[in-house]
């Protein structure tokens, strides 16, 4: 389940109730899935989109999405890093980014325009909908895995667009389970 953290304050959400509902106070979406049965992680990414058929369905009737792949991101994926830099830069994009997480960890920073930063460490089981024109940024955890359902309402839509603020910089995503701790506090 979703750790939800707020460095400023911080302080940190843990129960799906008190997560879905702070996230949903700031314009985002959050819910867990129960993971299909008999999906290993050798499954093919038309064996995921088939067993979660009748989910990404609903997600479509829902956001106008008209399309659904799977990602599959692990520390030999080529051109790793020069992927993760693309992705942990505060950006926006001209559509919804949707991630239904299978496997793995990451962590979303979301820059709510009223209010303080947050991370979201997301796993498996993990639906995220962040929605089109939030600021946000995203970096994998420490085992830099992670395999996702995603959806778009039009793929050339989903380019990032970088505020270049410097805001991402104080906020370095550390994934230790269930404790983040800000890079401000490494440095004491």
Known sequence: MAVLRIPDENRSLQEQSDVRD???GIGIEYERWEPVAGIGMDASAEEILDAYEEQIADLKSRGGYVTADVIDVKPDTPGLDTMLA??????????????????????????PANGPVVAIEVETG?????PKGTLHWFDLCGDRRIRAIRLF?????????????????????VCLGPRYIPPQLLAK
């Open 153 to 173: 309402q039009d793929m050339t839509g989903w380019t990032p667009h970088y505020t270049n603020s410097g805001v991402d910089r104080g906020y370095e995503p």
């Open 126 to 130: 993990d639906l995220i909908r962040v």
């Open 22 to 24: 702070y996230l949903g």
């Open 86 to 111: 693309k992705f942990n830069i505060e950006h926006r994009h001209d559509e919804d980014e949707v991630r239904y997480i299978i496997a793995g960890r990451g962590l979303f920073h979301i820059h």
